[in-house]
């Protein structure tokens, strides 16, 4: 349905002035499409730009108010808005530079002024960026604008479990205990890291367009006592600011007496309550007021799930009771326990409820981390086993979520059905290495004894004749361990959210043998250098493939960040290396600094290109012993000496 956009009081040369002033459309565009559409009023113009989609409906709105300043946080561009809660406003937003569609969560204007609100919301920020599980929403960033201080989190496709329930009526039972144990597992998480949610309710478990369903708004997550760097003086501080924290309608009796004495389980009462909400579309007790809902908590029987919905299993209304008794004594001690009762009473039910068994399609879905280069890119000194096909392949999965596992499974069965050993840990990893010999180890980077990381470096401490390559599933949030994970030999670093097709190409180059160290022969044409370009912008990459293939040469692989470059040089050989200086997951001092300490690479010509001019920028690349620096024209002066130099040593 076409969108109406209201244009009362901002007139056509408003609106331009405005797109100008913001900087949300390149300037060109602007002039295209205003010349495009010479007597289009502002309405008008503005849909011009919204069909284009430079823009959209809510930029449009924002600049018409002439208020487009506030489209601008940080280094993120506000798309749309996505709610209010009691904290903030929530934004749809888009990273500048990267193109991340993100969620933007903005303290209120009057709360950023209470110092008590803004340690909490601190407090928020420095919960969920330490977490990393499949069933908690991701953090991204954290900083401060003139708009306040805000948070960037992973955006769910999806909606939440209210408003579902809300549109389409009560789940089924077999749907409902599912979304249960995905929020259960995720919580679980939660605690094992010292934390409790405290508002775990319906609104605030999100189930994304697969079906996953991830915990969301740790704005009243305290620190367990003893986990806390902060005194527990402090951390009560803030917890007891405003009186009671949490929603009436979930709120365990201990909650409403003392926000900040309780402990773990009372989350698993408010998830039980929320259990009860997804069955029968209500809140188990609703009094006719906040004390009074409060009240029937602490008095009230606990409503049975039987007598709402015939076709609740006894079994599964014995553990509701469980988790909705008035005493946390009387409740499953952990959530481990409530995840090992669900699971008991419908199996299967670790599968992710709804999802399809096969990967998305689109382009929506991020790419590996990884490059496959040509093979004609191989040094003729390498010998390189034929790569097996993936039915052939035998690949080690070391992953503890059951239902992270079972979809990753289905993904490679799609994908030919190679031979999967299935392990938790990385202790049973390395047993199974041993007698499994697998082609391929693909791993999660937390797992419960040690990181992916560390499997790696021990697996590549061990002797053998092929070694066996390394897949490393890693969220950006986790960049600085996964540029180390790109510095262990033979490993590919593969991002969620991920593809099938991403996932096939990450096995593929884990799975190429290199049986003898790679040897560059020294070229004696411009037409025999191999060139390695690394530069997260594909315009920026092409410019230096004109200016190289004007000096003559003519074998290039691209990369589009340090950590994918790596991968590249663990099976490919160059002369060359031109790289830009800011990238995301590993940028180009890290990657220079890797480049320098491995004998393999540390002799190799390094052309660094960046629009940075300071000092303190450049004189450490300057020391690393990088050939040249030069701006993003790429100049052919710049560069023509380096290849004379690389030609000279032959």
């Known amino acids: 349905m076409e969108q109406k956009l209201a244009c009362e009081d901002c007139t056509r040369e408003q609106l331009l002035s405005r797109l100008d002033e913001i900087g949300l459309v390149p300037p060109a565009d602007i002039y295209r499409i205003a010349q495009a559409n010479p007597l289009a009023d502002g309405a008008e113009l503005a849909r011009a730009f919204c069909d284009a989609e430079f823009l959209t409906p809510f930029q449009f709105e924002v600049i018409r108010a002439g208020k487009q300043s ?29 193109k991340r569609i993100v969620a933007l969560k903005v303290l209120s204007a009057h709360l950023s002024k209470d110092t008590t609100f803004v340690q909490r919301f601190q407090r928020e920020v420095e919960t969920i960026a330490r977490f990393h599980h499949a069933n908690i929403v991701m953090a991204f960033d954290a900083d401060e604008a003139e708009i306040g201080h805000f948070l960037v989190m992973e955006l769910v496709n999806g909606q939440d479990l209210s408003s579902l329930v809300f549109k389409e009526g009560p789940m089924d039972v077999a749907g409902a205990v ?31 367009e697969s079906g996953v369903v991830k915990v969301t708004d740790l704005g009243l997550a305290r620190f367990a006592q003893g986990a806390a760097d902060t005194t527990a003086t402090s951390a009560e501080g803030i917890t007891q600011a405003g009186g009671i924290l949490g929603t009436a ?72 009771c469980r988790m909705l008794a008035k005493v946390p004594e009387d409740r499953p001690q952990s959530l481990k326990e409530v995840i090992a009762a669900l699971e008991a009473i419908l199996p299967g039910a670790d599968a992710t409820p709804r999802a399809a068994p096969t990967a998305p399609a689109g382009p929506a879905v991020p790419a590996a981390t990884i490059v496959s280069p040509d093979a004609s890119a191989l040094s003729r000194s390498e010998t390189v086993a034929e790569r097996p096909p993936l039915s052939a392949l035998v690949v080690l999965l070391v992953e503890p979520s059951r239902t992270q596992a079972a979809i990753i499974r289905k993904y490679l069965q799609a994908l030919g059905d190679p031979t999967i050993v299935t392990v938790a840990n990385g202790h049973e990893a390395l047993k199974a290495i041993q007698t499994q010999t697998p082609d391929v180890i ?45 510095l ?6 593969l991002h969620k959210p991920f593809t099938a097709e ?17 040897t560059r022969a020294s070229p004696s044409r411009a037409s025999d250098i191999r060139v390695l370009i690394v530069d997260d912008s594909a315009a920026a990459r092409l410019n230096a493939l004109k200016v190289l293939t004007s000096l003559g040469l003519s074998q290039f692989t691209e990369a589009m960040d340090g950590a994918q470059a790596v991968a590249v040089l663990a099976c490919s050989s160059f002369d060359l290396i031109v790289t830009d200086y800011n990238m995301p997951l590993m940028d180009g001092c890290a990657f220079i600094q890797y480049l320098k300490q491995n004998p393999a690479t540390a002799t190799l010509p390094i052309i660094m290109v960046t629009t940075e001019t300071a000092a303190d920028k450049l004189n450490p690349i300057r020391k690393l012993g990088v050939d040249a620096i030069c701006g993003k024209g790429f100049p052919v002066d710049a560069v023509r000496p380096v290849i004379e130099r690389l030609l000279s040593h032959h």
Request: hydrophobic share 45%; proline share 4%; aromatic share 6%.
């Open 70 to 98: 506030d489209l601008k946080i940080g280094n993120y561009d506000v798309l749309d808005r996505l709610g209010a809660g009691g904290m903030g406003t929530v934004f749809k937003a888009r990273h500048r530079r990267m």
């Open 488 to 493: 262990v030999a033979q490993t590919v670093v």
């Open 442 to 486: 693909l791993s999660a980077m937390h797992l419960s004894d040690m990181t992916g990381v560390q499997l790696a470096r021990q697996v590549r401490a061990e002797k053998f004749a092929i070694a066996p390559g390394f897949v490393l599933i890693s969220s950006e949030s986790e960049g600085q361990d996964a540029a180390e994970m790109s």
């Open 178 to 208: 599912q979304c249960i144990l995905h929020a259960a597992r995720g919580l679980e998480y939660a605690h094992a890291q010292g934390i409790i949610h405290r508002d775990i309710k319906p609104a605030n478990l999100l189930r994304d």
């Open 502 to 518: 991403a996932l096939s190409d990450a096995l593929k180059l884990a799975s190429r043998r290199i049986h003898s160290t790679p």
């Open 249 to 320: 309608d979930y709120m365990p009796p201990e909650q409403a007496v003392d926000s900040s004495s309780i402990d773990h389980r009372a989350d698993i009462y408010s998830l039980g309550a929320t259990l009860y909400f997804l069955l029968t579309g209500k809140a188990p007790y609703k009094g006719a007021s906040l004390m009074a809902t409060l009240l029937l908590h602490r008095d009230a029987p606990i409503p049975s799930l039987r007598v709402a919905r015939l076709d609740v299993p006894a079994a599964l209304d014995d553990v509701y």
